[in-house]
C-alpha cells in the first residue's frame, strides 16, 4: 500500500538566478504590494544584471525595453532597448504571446513566471525561463516590469540563430506568485 502525503508544490523556479532575482524583488517589496524602479539597485544583483529586461509600461498592450542585460543581448542577437514590443519582435504569434505575458503581470500586480521551448526543423533548439516582476512608482499602477531571462541553448551551433529568426514555440509553464 502506498500513501500519498500532500505538502508544497516544488517550486518552478528551478534556476538559480532567477530565484536570487526573485528574492531580491521580494526583499526590496517589503509589505508593499510591489516595488519601485527606485528600489531596484543594479549593484545589489551583478550575478542577475546580464539576464535582467527593465520594460516600461506605456499602456494596454504597450510596452517598450528600456534596459536589456548584456546576455539577453547576446542570446538575442539585437539590443533592442529603446524599442517597442512591436518594433523588437517580428513574429506575430510570439508577439502576442509575450505581450500576453506582459499583460498577465500588469494586470494582476503579481510575478509571472513563464517557460517555452522552441523549436527548429522539429528539433529542440532552445528553453527559455522568464520571470516578470511588477515595479510601481505609486505601490498601485504597474508603470515598469523588472524580468530575469535564462535562455538555455541545446546546442551551441543554434546559439548563433537568434531571436530576429522566431522559431514555433511551445509554452510548458504560467504561474502567478
Same mark, same amino acid.
Given at each position: 500500500?502506498?500513501?500519498?502525503?500532500?505538502?508544497?508544490?516544488?517550486?518552478?523556479?528551478?534556476?538559480?538566478?532567477?530565484?536570487?532575482?526573485?528574492?531580491?524583488?521580494?526583499?526590496?517589496?517589503?509589505?508593499?504590494?510591489?516595488?519601485?524602479?527606485?528600489?531596484?539597485?543594479?549593484?545589489?544583483?551583478?550575478?542577475?544584471?546580464?539576464?535582467?529586461?527593465?520594460?516600461?509600461?506605456?499602456? &494596454?498592450?504597450?510596452?517598450?525595453?528600456?534596459?536589456?542585460?548584456?546576455?539577453?543581448?547576446?542570446?538575442?542577437?539585437?539590443? +533592442?532597448?529603446?524599442? $517597442?514590443?512591436?518594433?523588437?519582435?517580428?513574429?506575430?504569434?510570439?508577439? +502576442?504571446?509575450?505581450?500576453?505575458?506582459?499583460?498577465?503581470?500588469?494586470?494582476?500586480?503579481?510575478?509571472?513566471?513563464?517557460?517555452?521551448?522552441?523549436?527548429?526543423?522539429? +528539433?529542440?533548439?532552445?528553453?527559455?525561463?522568464?520571470?516578470?516582476? &511588477?515595479?510601481?512608482?505609486?505601490?498601485? $499602477?504597474?508603470?515598469?516590469?523588472?524580468?530575469?531571462?535564462?535562455?538555455?541553448?541545446?546546442?551551441?551551433?543554434?546559439?548563433?540563430?537568434?531571436?530576429?529568426?522566431?522559431?514555433?514555440?511551445?509554452?510548458?509553464?504560467?504561474?502567478?506568485?
Amino acid at each position: 500500500m502506498s500513501i500519498k502525503t500532500t505538502g508544497p508544490e516544488p517550486s518552478p523556479l528551478s534556476n538559480e538566478l532567477i530565484r536570487e532575482g526573485y528574492d531580491y524583488w521580494l526583499r526590496k517589496r517589503g509589505t508593499r504590494a510591489m516595488p519601485s524602479r527606485a528600489d531596484i539597485d543594479p549593484n545589489e544583483i551583478k550575478r542577475v544584471l546580464p539576464h535582467v529586461l527593465l520594460v516600461d509600461v506605456l499602456g &494596454p498592450h504597450q510596452y517598450r525595453y528600456r534596459l536589456i542585460g548584456t546576455e539577453c543581448v547576446i542570446a538575442h542577437g539585437i539590443n +533592442a532597448a529603446g524599442l $517597442t514590443l512591436d518594433e523588437a519582435l517580428k513574429d506575430y504569434q510570439y508577439k +502576442a504571446h509575450v505581450i500576453g505575458l506582459y499583460d498577465q503581470c500588469v494586470k494582476d500586480r503579481r510575478p509571472l513566471y513563464s517557460e517555452s521551448l522552441f523549436y527548429q526543423s522539429g +528539433a529542440l533548439d532552445h528553453h527559455l525561463k522568464v520571470l516578470f516582476m &511588477p515595479l510601481s512608482n505609486d505601490g498601485t $499602477t504597474v508603470n515598469m516590469v523588472f524580468a530575469i531571462q535564462i535562455i538555455q541553448f541545446i546546442d551551441e551551433k543554434t546559439q548563433n540563430n537568434h531571436f530576429t529568426s522566431m522559431k514555433p514555440h511551445k509554452e510548458i509553464i504560467r504561474t502567478s506568485f
